[in-house]
């Protein structure tokens, strides 16, 4: 079959690679001029299996209510998104209950199992330096009751899908990671994830297009699209900004535009947007940079070593689709991050930063949207939030497949769009 993906980010080229794999003719169209322009440009960083709980929890509900408009606090709703919330909310609010939110981070956590280890196996493949480490992830806490609340979803998720964890004391935390050091009293203690990784999304997805490219995928690269054309029920062309492509399947792997594209084909996807920051700084030489990846559970940051970078990331903006990089929430992401290193925060000049800014298409109730869309000829893979890079390889292999008619290596119950009825 001839198909076409749409999106250029790391869910749309890792389907196209899969499918690739299928013997498929593959085209991939992206209105960027390079692979990994918007969200999957300056992420996190971190593919973890350890944080697949959706944001969504019980108590993620009053922090959002308590901090409505501040500028300052790691998840701010703007007040003029709430209009535009009502039904997604309603829906956020609903699954926020403990038995939909202990389902869908078992989702989460089987599909984060299995990307990871689809993502051993592609480098094994295929040669590609990304940057990547694989020596785990370190979560650290500083209430109790946070620590507590992680203990009770490793263990959910070590039971769901194997997630390996290691509980920690402060003495611990700073044995596994010395640039913690100048915390440890703060610290009430922390989880060690052997199995999780790091690495550069950018290069990833770039470097794997290029293979993509070599393989025989048509790459079509600063071109939008601006129509899905459906012809008897079915959706057969798009139209860009150039001309139309025709294939005998579609995959929407826009990200947070999806919902966008698929309401010209009349589907609905319970899907916003939300900003996330990040920063990246030069620590070549200082010796107050962590080495491991560290996810910093109480103020909503991950830290993550990239050669001789740092790259701090954090923050849930509800603020539509507003791509602006607002020099104040970044500051906050560096203060945030920069706190857990009082050494490295005395050397580091945070002048040096690149500053980003992204949109993560969520979900309401936190699993990203797989499969059938419901219309023939067009196919989903969106909503993955804050873990797309950790879904990458798994979502994109368990598209194509479905695509294939190959039976998919893993339960896909709580994955597709119908499961919202």
């Known amino acids: 079959m001839h198909i076409t993906v749409i999106g250029g980010g790391l869910v749309g080229v890792t389907t196209a690679w899969y499918l690739l794999d299928g013997g498929h003719s593959v085209t991939l169209v ?38 409505i408009g501040r500028e300052d606090s790691p998840l701010l709703l703007r007040p003029r998104e709430i209009p535009r919330l009502a039904g997604w909310g309603l829906g956020f609010l609903r699954y ?21 280890a689809l993502m051993r196996e592609l480098e ?11 020596q785990g992830i370190l979560k650290i ?40 050091a100048g915390i440890e009293s703060d610290l009430s203690g922390g989880f060690y994830y052997p199995d999780d990784a790091s690495g550069d999304a950018r290069l990833f997805c770039q470097r794997l297009g290029t293979l993509a490219a070599e393989r025989g995928l048509d790459l079509r690269l600063g071109e ?43 589907v609905r996807l319970p899907i916003r947007p939300v900003k996330g920051y990040s ?46 990089v607002r020099p104040n929430r970044v500051e906050t992401v560096l203060r945030q991050g920069l ?21 993560r298409p969520m979900t309401m109730d936190g699993p990203p949207i797989l499969g059938e869309s419901g219309i023939p000829g067009l196919y989903l893979n969106t909503g993955a939030g804050h873990l797309g890079w950790t879904f990458a390889a798994g979502a994109g292999r368990l598209v194509a497949d479905m695509i294939s008619g190959q039976v ?14």
């Open 30 to 67: 992206d209105r960027a001029e390079e692979l990994a322009s918007e969200a999957s440009h300056a992420n996190g960083a971190m593919l973890h299996a350890s944080h697949a709980e959706p944001w969504n929890t019980p108590r993620a509900i009053g922090q959002f209510l308590r901090w």
């Open 96 to 116: 926020s209950r403990a038995r939909h939110h202990a389902r869908n981070t078992a989702v989460n956590a089987r599909l984060a199992v299995y990307s990871l």
């Open 124 to 134: 094994q493949q295929v040669a590609i330096d990304y940057t990547q480490r694989h």
């Open 141 to 180: 806490f500083r209430s109790a009751e946070e620590l507590e609340t992680a203990r009770a979803d490793s263990a959910l998720m070590a039971t769901a899908a194997g997630v390996r964890h290691e509980a920690l004391g402060p003495e611990q935390v700073v044995e596994r990671e010395p640039a913690l």
């Open 224 to 266: 939008s699209v601006r129509q899905l054309n459906r012809h008897d029920g079915r959706i057969r062309s798009i139209e860009t900004d150039t001309g139309t492509i025709e294939a005998d399947v579609f995959v929407l792997a826009t990200g947070a535009e999806a919902p966008h594209l698929a309401s010209q084909a009349g």
């Open 279 to 324: 920063a990246t700084l030069p620590v070549a030489g200082l010796a107050g940079a962590p080495r491991l990846p560290i996810i910093d559970d109480g103020r909503k940051v991950v830290i993550t070593r990239l050669g001789d970078q740092l790259r701090i990331a954090g923050t849930a903006e509800f603020a539509g689709y507003d791509k602006s």
């Open 339 to 359: 706190a857990n290193f009082p050494a490295l925060a005395a050397e580091v000049d945070t002048a040096t930063a690149d500053r980003w800014a992204c949109l």
């Open 408 to 421: 998919p290596a893993i339960d896909t119950t709580g994955l597709t769009l119908d499961r919202y009825g």
